[in-house]
Structure formats: C-alpha cells, structure tokens
C-alpha cells in the first residue's frame, strides 16, 4: 500500500491580490496539491470563489487542483467546476439530497470524487458507497473559516476512517486518500500522520509565512511539515 504523503495548501489563506504568484511560489515550495475552498454563505456562513477563478489558476501549475465544495445543492455546479479544471471534487453530505448521485456525477464529469465529514457528521456515509469514492476528507474544524484550531477528537475519528479505506483496500486493491482540514499546523501534523491521515490541508499555517516578496517564502514552513511527517 502506498504510503505517500501530501500537502495541501488552502487558498483560502492566500492572497487574493497575488493569486497567481501565490500558487507558483506554494508549489514551488514542495506541496502536492492546490486547495481550492468553494463557500456559498448558505451552507457555511462565508463566501469565496467558484469555477471562473479556478479555471483562471489551472495553466498556472500543473498540480492536482482539489476543489472543497461547502456549498448547498452541490449538483448545478459540479460539472462547472469540472470544465473548469479540477481533478478532484469533494462534497459535504448535507450538501446533497443524493449522495450516491452526486458521487457518480462528480466521476462522470471527469474527476476523482470524495466526501467530506463535518466534525459531528458521522462516517456512516461512507459504507454503502466506497466504490464510488476516492478521497474520504475529514474536517478538524467546523467549515467556514481559516485560522480556527484543530478539534483533537479528529484523532479518534482518523483511526476509525483508516481502518473502514484499509479494509476496503484489502478486499479490493483500490486506494482511497485520506485528507484532514482544518488547524493542521507544524506542531501537530505527525500526530494526524500517526492517526492515519495521508493528505494534510494547510492554510493560515503555511500562508502566514514569509514577506510576500520572497518568492521562496513557503521553503522553510513546508520543510518543516516535512521533516515532522518524516518522523512517522
Ligand atoms: C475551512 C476550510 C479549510 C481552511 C483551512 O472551512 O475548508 O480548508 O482553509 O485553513 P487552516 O489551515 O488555516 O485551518
Ligand atoms: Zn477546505
């Protein structure tokens, strides 16, 4: 089984005035994946960015662009964030009336697809629907916002979400990413690694770093992620 780790820098964090520069300069920096929190101030109290921006930063980077869907009804705007240029689309349950449907029309449309759970949302989801997913997205913080801290019962949650993907893949040789989000920083990232996650959002932690004339700005902050997962 594979046992690569990745980093995911939220955009949410960044800035907005640079946002191009932002994501050259983050990936540069040795992160895998663009994190791209789409708030609809219906479902989450907050509003953020859609499919035009994410089809203005996809020739920017060749790296996966992992769009957060905290929006409610899902279904109108999957497709758009599609042709937009995601690779992988994720959802909130609540979002849907049709979980099932909006999963196969997230793969249908071309993407990877995943659900995401809510600090109190249970992970039953998960159980009647594993084929049709391929990334389980854990929240360790209530969703809305950057910058809040990270809710510890995440831990145990982490280890029962490990063990539902690791028996799916014994049985089917199909890997499932594990992703947390939400307060992930460099003092607690090797005990979420040790819980079982393997995709590491980071927003506030990462974006804080550096004056934004540097373009090597994020090299010593995404180091450290490093070297604290290589200590798993
Ligand atoms: C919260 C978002 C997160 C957020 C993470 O609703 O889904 O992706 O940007 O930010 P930090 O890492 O600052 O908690
Ligand atoms: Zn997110």
């Known amino acids: ?52 921006v994410c089809e203005a930063i996809r020739p920017l980077t060749d790296a996966i662009i992992d769009v957060h869907l905290m929006v409610k009804p899902v279904d ?18 609540e979002g849907s009336e049709h ?33 049709k997913i391929d990334m389980v997205l854990l929240m360790s913080v209530n969703p809305g916002f950057g910058g809040q801290k990270f809710i510890p019962e995440t831990l145990n949650k982490l280890k029962l979400a490990r063990k539902k993907i690791d028996a799916y893949y014994e049985k089917t040789g199909r890997q499932i990413w594990l992703e947390v989000d939400g ?16 995709t590491f959002v980071a927003g506030s932690a990462i974006f804080s770093a550096g004056k934004d004339t540097d373009p090597n700005r994020y090299d010593t902050v995404v180091k450290s992620l490093r070297t604290s997962l290589a200590s798993v």
């Open 76 to 93: 109108r705007i999957i497709p758009d964030f599609a042709k937009a240029g995601a690779n992988i689309i994720t959802f909130h349950p």
């Open 99 to 131: 979980i099932d449907r909006s999963l196969s029309l997230v793969r249908d449309s071309g993407c990877k697809s995943g659900l995401v759970f809510n600090p109190a949302t249970p992970l039953d989801y998960l159980d009647h629907v594993m084929d």
């Open 1 to 52: 089984m594979d046992k690569t780790f990745r980093i995911a820098p939220s955009i949410l964090s960044a800035n907005f005035a640079k946002l191009g520069q932002e994501i050259t300069d983050v990936i540069k920096s040795g992160t895998d994946i663009v994190h791209f929190d789409v708030m609809d101030n219906h479902y989450v109290p907050n509003l953020t960015i859609g499919p035009l």
């Open 183 to 198: 307060g992930v920083n460099v003092n607690n990232i090797a005990e979420i690694a040790k819980a079982g996650a393997d």
